[in-house]
């Protein structure tokens, strides 16, 4: 877990006066949702928004989107009807203070630097990853590193907040001069969109009892983003690498299914968290299973939203994940939620560790951690109480950091105007 050294520039910023100077109602203007493609992207959004209605009640808020199709929109109108959703640039800079959201990079890059160029506006960012520049992890991912462009764009910041401490680390060593530098939890933590109705329906209809099951999430080395976003070219050397590993990294999850099912009695739903999983979760998770384990393991053959997905999670005994952010936003429910991660992902997964759950995170470019995550599985779903006890240790932590810098964001929006 992060030492508290991390967080003292927060209590030390709080005391400035511009906060108490403040009277007028700020207009904060979120800059996120990423893409629909993934559950977790589209995660973000909601969260960080839960967390503005909690902690900033003063203030107006307006969504300044990528991208919120595929039914998006009318899941985020329903539990955020207050919330004015801008389609243009002109209107997004008529606000007066810029959150940029959670995500993989500095996202909105683009939109940050014309932002102050055009506006001259203050702006912040909320729970990102960061890796320096040329990292390896970042060539496979298709992501930007913290080159001088970047570290411009965030010396100028109001705050910089790092969803995990590899990436906060990165930030203070390249020296960015934003007068706040600490960790935050990513905002899916907070999310809390729900479709009942639909999920209810789809656990009735596979026999899934609250309580009585486990999900599990897949997850290749590099996403096939071509299989589901038009124009997105076909990446050999991605499928190869995804070829090349896909067995080494479902087995020991794979493993972790048998366990489950013969000594629980539970069943288990494999599920997806971006809309490529699917076929991969069948392939690698479903397919190769014992024939007594097959009847007790449900496939789901369809991509989902946020909202039902979240139905499904916090009726669930805990989650068996590759992906990132189903468990956070079931840990952020109260649910236990054990993360396998690999080089080619971000930092991101560090958080766990940062956030007390390191007995609950897993490499699988290590064997040694790659053979503990069955016996790991098999404990949480043995023990139930004693997992939502230590999730909800964790949350604790996650909620006060939430407090924390949502008090550094109000203060900042505060003084803005």
Not at 52 to 63: D, F, I, N, Q, T
């Amino acid at each position: 877990m992060l030492s508290r050294r991390h967080f003292l520039p927060t209590f030390a910023s709080l005391a400035s006066p511009r906060l108490v100077r403040a009277r007028k109602t700020p207009h904060i203007v979120l800059r996120s949702s990423w893409q629909t493609v993934n559950i977790g992207d589209i995660g973000h959004t909601p969260g960080v928004l839960a967390l503005l209605e909690r902690h900033v009640p003063e203030a107006k808020v307006s969504l300044w989107p990528m991208d919120i199709g595929n039914g998006v929109e009318a899941m985020l109108r329903r539990r955020f009807p207050k919330v004015a959703i801008l389609k243009t640039r002109q209107e997004a800079h008529a606000c007066d203070f810029l959150l940029h959201g959670s995500g993989p990079y500095l996202t909105a890059h683009r939109d940050v630097a014309e932002w102050r160029k055009e506006t001259g506006k203050p702006y912040g960012v909320y729970g990102i990853t960061m890796a320096a520049a040329g990292d390896p992890g970042l060539l496979r991912m298709s992501n930007n590193g913290l080159d001088g462009y970047c570290r411009d764009l965030l010396d100028t910041a109001r705050f910089v907040f790092l969803r995990d401490g590899v990436s906060l680390d990165v930030v203070r060593k390249h020296g960015v001069k934003s007068p706040v530098i600490e960790f935050c939890p990513d905002g899916a933590f907070a999310a809390d969109v729900r479709d009942d109705q639909t999920a209810l329906a789809f656990l009735s209809q596979h026999g899934l009892e609250k309580g009585r099951f486990i999900c599990c999430l897949p997850r290749l080395r590099g996403t096939p983003y071509w299989r589901v976003k038009p124009g997105y070219a076909f990446d050999g050397a991605r499928h190869r690498h995804n070829e090349e590993m896909k067995e080494h990294d479902h087995a020991p999850v794979r493993d972790g299914i048998v366990s489950i099912v013969r000594e629980t009695g539970m069943k288990v739903l494999v599920c997806p968290e971006d809309a490529t999983q699917m076929e991969t979760g069948k392939e690698m998770l479903v397919d190769p299973l014992p024939a007594s384990v097959k009847p007790h393991v449900v496939w789901r053959e369809k991509y989902w939203l946020t909202s039902e997905a979240l139905s499904v999670y916090v009726r669930s005994a805990g989650l068996l994940s590759m992906e990132m952010h189903s468990p956070i936003m079931a840990l952020g429910n109260g649910i236990p939620a054990i993360v396998c991660r690999f080089a080619e992902q971000t930092t991101k997964g560090f958080m766990w560790r940062d956030i007390g759950l390191n007995g609950w995170l897993f490499d699988l470019d290590k064997e040694e951690e790659s053979r503990r995550v069955a016996p790991a599985a098999l404990v949480m779903a043995r023990n139930p109480r004693e997992a939502r006890k230590k999730a909800a240790q964790a949350l604790e932590f996650v909620h006060k950091r939430q407090g924390e810098t949502m008090a550094v964001v109000k203060q900042e929006a505060m003084a803005a105007v």
